[in-house]
């Protein structure tokens, strides 16, 4: 089995972000990551300056919207971030979704097939183009690695074939879980064991009630009874959380989890399952 890896995704305008990536860095998390939406903090700027305050951290998006970028000039921005952070970016990329996002950046907003179809295209382009010797600006990995977010058969075929993880960012139940990894463990065949698996969690909480606000957004008509059974949710007792971490990873092979814009209390009891479970 993959060691564990817990990762949190920053929101917000930036005012006080370096504080927070301090916090994520002191509480043990892994891999540090932002989110790619108008209206909040920019992910290139943001993880450069977060390189300069921490050397531990991964350093990642959760994810990009490829439908905002030429190929060309994302791989551009990537490669000088990796040099800028010391090697230490993933490149998180899904297909976008917000449609009004596409107008307010002045761009079509394509069909779901044409916006698979762009993200395949930047997934190609980064991985041959970022591991060529001769690219210029040069990233110190060659080529960092790629995450894809996704839990439909396009995008799960196409991380299969070309991602280092897989992030499924919407997964109701154990049942739709155990169906999508089997799913990629098919599409995957021999790549199977070479891929990470994420988990993103937009509702965790130890020993409190859970806010399902960020997560009722996917799954607007589920009771909070189906919420809680969510695989994008952590909650429970202590013991309860660091049950489900180990059994997620022993049944389901899933062994990266990442906390969305977890508060002060929120990161001091991730930091304890992160102890817990290591």
């Known amino acids: 089995m993959r060691d564990f890896r817990f990762g949190v995704n920053l929101l917000g305008t930036g005012y006080d972000f370096l504080e927070r990536v301090r ?3 002191a509480a043990g998390v892994d891999v540090l990551m932002v989110p790619d939406h108008l209206g909040i903090i920019a ?3 943001a993880l450069t300056a977060a390189g300069q305050v921490t050397s531990r951290m991964r350093l990642g998006n959760f994810v990009l919207n490829a439908g905002f970028y030429s190929p060309a000039l994302l791989a551009r921005d990537c490669a000088t971030t990796d040099r800028l952070t010391g090697g230490r970016l993933e490149i998180g ?7 009004d996002e596409f107008e307010a950046a002045g761009l079509e907003f394509p069909s779901a097939g044409k916006r698979v179809r762009h993200l395949a295209a930047t997934v190609e382009y980064l991985r041959t183009s970022l591991a060529d010797e001769a690219y210029s600006p040069a990233p110190i990995q060659s080529p960092p690695p790629i995450m ?3 839990v439909g058969d396009k995008v799960l075929t196409l991380a299969a074939e070309h991602a280092d993880i897989v992030a499924l960012a919407s997964v109701p139940d154990e049942d739709t879980l155990a169906d999508r990894v089997a799913f990629l463990r098919s599409a995957a065949g021999d790549r199977f064991d070479e ?4 988990l993103i969690v937009f509702a965790f909480a130890v020993d409190r009630d859970p806010d399902f606000e960020g997560l009722r957004r ?6 909070d009874e189906q919420l809680r059974a969510s695989m994008n949710t952590l909650c429970g007792t202590f013991d309860e959380v660091v049950a489900k971490v180990k059994r997620l990873r022993a049944d389901h092979g899933v ?15 991730l930091s304890r399952v992160i102890a817990a479970v290591r």
């Open 23 to 25: 916090a994520a860095d």
């Open 195 to 198: 891929l990470e698996l994420n």
């Open 218 to 223: 996917f799954q607007p008509d589920a009771t």
């Open 255 to 269: 062994s990266y989890f990442t906390v969305i814009e977890p508060d002060a209390a929120a990161l001091e009891d």
């Open 43 to 45: 992910p290139f700027p």
């Open 148 to 150: 894809v977010a996704g």
């Open 93 to 99: 990329l899904g297909a976008g979704y917000v449609a």
